[in-house]
């Protein structure tokens, strides 16, 4: 549990103090994003945990500990910290990067090398390949992968998040989103998100703090922050589309269906088009016996192929989310490949069901009228 | 990998203190020479000195002329070479060891007069003719060492000089005759030299032009030749080789005169006067109070010590 | 291949450079031009020089270095910040002296020799390892820092682990300016009697032998080749 009482931090030669009488708490195995405008001071909020900045009152507590009376070093070794990709040392090697706080742990080699491996597992790196590679050598997507792996060496109980998502473009950023809230789900970490992405915010934060001028303006739930704004101001952020940001707040897991009918890939003409008629739909998708997504069959295709199998005539399947996505993710992906539905697969690729446009315009139309 | 970093960090470092180990043993050696770039190799330099006069310095430390006066003094060599009027030597309590075997070409400065000049003003030859015998090498130490080491002017300097050899008066009568163009070269010597000239001219009721100062041999030989100066002192041996153009060297002093003058007079019109007894030459130093505990008072001694060692 | 090229740099080149050496030194000491130069060009005395030339240069140069990285990491410290302007600036201006007048100001307050000729050596050799070593340690980003900073490394680790390596080529490019800088103003020591190649070169101009100041000059230019291309090669090691 990480408590923040009445801190204010005034920086040197600036009149205008960069955070203001914050007092807030949050919970153990909770996601607390620090959301606002540039200069809101929810970086410095984060930094005055692990004491790269020290307030100029109030307290701060971590786990019941007052922070100002433990040495800052072991503070921080503490609690896991990731910055954006630029934070990683580009002279080390990846595996040195993540072996950081467990060389200054002073582990023993064996110890550090296992811990490498099991974090570059987890973040889905083979360790085999890039381990002796430089963080040049890797795109950004696996850069940022690396820096949180690098926070979690130690397998810290907090980790703080300074924009750790912010130098990707916009389907990388969703996919790291993705992997790292399910992740969360196993880890449970008190984690203090920093962003000003609103939408990242409502996305990854189990409660959310908004912040205007060094104060804390509402830290609510994303759910209610959407609902119920305290101000103009939380409100002009979240922005008017706020029926399709609860996108974001819902996972595909919860919503998935199975309107759209499969075939087994042995499965006749015939038996495509009765399982059309059955549906009343114009595709289909081939399922093998382990459940495997092997492909779609649109009605127009079946035409003039009399007599062929279901595995000859099915085209490959693109338009997936991954169980975990949210909706947003669900409407980005239909919207990019100009499809009504999409595919929900699991990390096995088997298909857990799909997700149709018209579901989701059904949600956004009862919302708005709620 | 690391292990194999040190030991190649080791190894520099080892090398660095071996090689300074052997780099610091020369200074040990008993006899060792201070000298200039120049005079090391030269024929009539250290090389043939030690030929002619027969030993052989334990080892020749080479630097700038300048700075040998101090070596020699602060005792980090016995012997060092250096010029022989240079006022440093009687400052430093040092001392010019006799080339007994009249190795060193002589170098006596005598004024040179253009013979058109003194055929109007024949006194002249009496009035500068005075002064060069009554200057002798430990007079000239001093007075350049009065000037470089005391920093007293060089014109003070000169006149104090006559004055005290009854030379001049100590006021000079309006000038009379002339005007007579006095000229000198640059160093402190020459400077001193050039205005004795000024100064005992006045004194015999010349007007004189003050050109002293000219830099080097070249500029003032060829302002007396064409005229724009009528005298300055030059130096015996500088004259033979480099205005008149010789090869040999000549070593014996009034041998150099006597063919100098002749030739001057002959070729350019030029009179030598009377020459300084001193000789501004290369010498061959030692501490005073080390050379005499050794009794060594020419560098025929020298050797004699060094090779009885 | 990086190995490959790695060995070759420390085999091939200097060899190559020493041929050069070896051969300059075996072609002036066989054709003196004359016997004024040849009073000097024989074997043990050219040894002797170069003998001398590397000394001074070495020795000059790891004095400064332990002088000038320990001064230059120290002005770099966030409490020493304004010093460490401060100090960038002095050394810019300071470097505009020429290399002689230093030898000058050493002779006239330490005398001459050896001793003196390192001294000033050091002295105009601690410039630009100094101002590197700082700029080096400034130019590593300030995101990294706090990365690590936030991680809980101590500064101690910070400096060793992250500032000096990322600094490494800033700093040894100023250890190899000094050093060849050093190699070039190590021919002027023997004004001061601190021996080296100057006696060639010098004695060369006084006495207008062309051969002294040709052998001097080539020398002491394989020297500094060699120096800079052994010092490119440990960076490549060490960096």
Not at chain 2, 160 to 172: G, K, R, T, Y
Not at chain 3, 193 to 214: C, F, K, Q, Y
Request: proline fraction near 5%; hydrophobic fraction near 45%.
């Amino acid at each position: 549990m990480i408590k923040l009482e009445q801190v204010s931090r005034v920086f040197p030669g600036s009149e205008v103090p960069a955070v203001v009488d914050l007092t807030m708490t949050i919970g153990d195995g909770e996601v607390c994003v620090l959301v606002g405008p540039s200069g809101c001071g929810k970086t410095t909020t984060m930094k005055m945990i692990n004491r790269l900045i020290d307030p100029t009152s109030g307290k701060i507590y971590v786990n019941d500990q007052d922070t100002s009376k433990i040495d800052p070093i072991a503070l921080r070794l503490g609690i896991g910290y990731v910055i954006q990709e630029i934070g990683l040392f580009p002279h080390m090697t990846i595996a040195e990067n993540v072996a950081t706080v467990p060389r200054e742990k002073g582990w023993p080699r064996d110890r550090i090398n296992q811990r490498v491996d099991e974090l570059m597992h987890l973040v889905g790196l083979n360790p085999g390949t890039y381990r002796n590679r430089l963080p040049a050598d890797l795109s950004g997507g696996q850069r940022q992968r690396v820096g949180v792996a690098r926070a979690m060496a130690a397998d810290p109980p907090i980790l703080l998040m300074d924009e750790p998502f912010g130098a990707v473009d916009p389907i990388t950023r969703a996919r790291l989103q993705n992997e790292f809230l399910r992740l969360q789900e196993q880890m449970k970490k008190t984690i203090v998100f920093v962003t000003h992405d609103i939408d990242e915010a409502i996305k990854m934060g189990d409660r959310i703090a908004v912040m205007r001028d060094g104060r804390l303006v509402q830290y609510e739930e994303p759910d209610k922050l959407l609902s119920m704004p305290a101000d103009d101001f939380v409100a002009t952020l979240v922005g008017r589309n706020r029926s399709i940001k609860r996108l974001h707040l819902i996972k595909v897991n919860d919503v998935v269906q199975n309107e759209t009918p499969f075939v087994t890939p042995e499965a006749s003409v015939d038996e495509i088009r009765s399982a059309m008629e059955e549906r009343k739909t114009n595709t289909v998708l081939v399922v093998n016996a382990v459940n495997k997504l092997q492909g779609v069959i649109s009605r127009a295709e079946l035409k003039g192929v009399e007599g062929a199998r279901a595995a000859q005539i099915a085209q490959p399947v693109q338009n997936t989310v991954e169980w975990g996505a949210t909706l947003n993710d669900a409407l980005a992906v239909m919207l990019n490949y100009g499809e009504r539905y999409v595919a929900v697969v699991n990390s096995r690729e088997e298909l857990k069901g799909v997700i149709t446009l018209n579901y989701l315009l059904d949600l956004v139309r009862d919302d708005a009228a709620a | 990998m690391r292990k194999y970093h040190w030991l190649a960090i080791a190894l520099v470092v080892a090398l660095t203190l071996a090689l300074v180990g052997c780099g610091g043993g020369a200074a040990d050696e008993e006899w060792v020479f201070a000298t200039d770039h120049e005079f090391s190799v030269r024929p009539d330099g250290l090389p043939d000195l030690q030929n002619v006069y027969g030993f052989q310095f334990d080892d020749v430390i080479t630097m700038d002329l300048g700075v040998t006066y101090g070596a020699l003094k602060e005792g980090q060599v016995p012997a060092a070479m250096g010029f022989a009027t240079d006022g440093r030597i009687k400052a430093f309590g040092l001392v010019n060891l006799v080339d007994d075997k009249q190795f060193f070409p002589v170098y006596n400065p005598a004024p040179v007069v253009r013979a058109e000049v003194l055929g109007e003003y024949p006194e002249i030859e009496e009035i500068l003719g005075a002064i060069g015998p009554r200057l002798d090498t430990d007079t000239m130490i001093e007075l350049n060492g009065l000037v470089d080491i005391e920093g007293q002017d060089h014109k003070q300097v000169a006149k104090d000089w006559l004055l005290s050899q009854n030379l001049i008066d100590p006021e000079a009568p309006e000038g009379t005759k002339g005007p007579i163009k006095v000229g000198s070269k640059e160093f402190t010597e020459q400077l001193i030299l050039g205005a004795m000239s000024v100064f005992a001219l006045e004194n015999a009721g010349f007007t004189v032009v003050d050109q002293t100062g000219l830099q080097g041999t070249e500029v003032a030989r060829s302002a007396l030749e064409e005229g724009e100066i009528d005298t300055y002192w030059e130096y015996t041996g500088t004259a033979w080789l480099v205005a008149l153009g010789h090869e040999e060297p000549i070593t014996d002093s009034e041998e150099a005169f006597q063919k100098v003058s002749a030739e001057d007079l002959e070729k350019n019109e030029l009179v030598w006067l009377d020459y300084a007894q001193f000789d501004n030459t290369y010498t061959i130093m030692m501490r005073q109070a080390d050379a005499e505990a050794k009794g060594i008072t020419s560098i025929s001694d020298l050797a004699r010590v060094i090779n009885e060692r | 291949m990086r190995q490959r090229n790695r060995v070759l740099g420390w085999t091939v080149m200097p060899l190559f450079l020493l041929a050069c050496g070896a051969f300059t030194i075996y072609y002036f000491v066989e054709n003196p031009g004359g016997a004024m130069a040849a009073r000097l060009l024989i074997y043990p005395n050219v040894f002797k020089l170069i003998q001398q030339h590397v000394l001074l240069v070495v020795v000059s140069s790891l004095l400064a270095i332990a002088t000038a990285l320990p001064l230059g990491i120290l002005i770099s410290r966030p409490r020493f910040r304004t010093l460490g302007l401060v100090v960038e600036n002095v050394v810019n201006v300071a470097q505009t002296v020429p290399s002689l007048a230093v030898l000058a100001l050493a002779f006239t307050f330490l005398g001459w020799g050896f001793n003196t000729a390192v001294f000033a050596l050091w002295c105009y050799s601690l410039l630009p390892i100094l101002r590197n070593t700082y700029a080096g340690i400034r130019s590593v980003s300030p995101s990294i820092l706090e990365a690590a900073r936030g991680m809980g490394m101590t500064p101690g680790h910070i400096l060793g682990r992250i500032e000096l390596p990322l600094a490494t080529p800033i700093i040894m490019g100023g250890i190899r300016t000094a050093v060849v800088i050093n190699v070039g103003t190590a021919t002027l020591a023997t004004f001061i009697a601190g021996g080296g190649l100057g006696d060639l070169i010098v004695t060369g101009i006084g006495v207008r032998r062309t051969e002294l100041i040709l052998a001097g000059a080539i020398l002491s230019a394989v020297l500094a080749i060699l120096l800079d291309h052994l010092l490119s090669q440990a960076e490549a090691e060490f960096g």
